[in-house]
Nanobody, 125 residues
């Protein structure tokens, strides 16, 4: 069974940066698109980024485009987050994902209802 272990969250001031990591076991990431998702208190979980390791393509939803970068190294998926805003405050999760695009806007959803414990990101001064 797949295991997903997220880390790297913390408290950061607006405008700061964080790098999240997701260690994956039990999956072959060469063939499994992976995504980062987040859930803020009182809100639904939303996809923010996805990487398709088969061709290296990456996808970002509008709220994070230009600020976040997803990457992968072997069985670890990263999310570099720059220019953080208070509205980025949420618990962040990674999981196998899929994406759709319409009129250049990306939507990202989970392939399965399987989640790790997540890592908390708080952006506050």
């Amino acid at each position: 069974q797949a295991q997903l272990v997220e880390s790297g969250g913390g408290l950061v001031q607006p405008g700061g940066s964080l790098r999240l990591s997701c260690a994956v076991s039990g999956l072959t990431l060469d063939y499994t698109p992976m995504g980062w998702f987040r859930q803020a208190p009182g809100k639904e979980r939303e996809g923010v980024s996805c990487i398709n390791s088969m061709d290296g393509s990456t996808y970002y939803t509008d709220p994070v485009k230009g600020r976040f970068t997803i990457s992968r190294d072997k069985n670890v998926v990263y999310l570099q987050m720059n220019a953080l805003k208070p509205e980025d405050t949420a618990r962040y999760y990674c999981t196998p994902a899929h994406w759709t695009t319409r009129d250049s806007h990306v939507s990202i959803g989970p392939l399965y209802d399987y989640w790790g414990q997540g890592t908390q990101v708080t952006v506050s001064s």
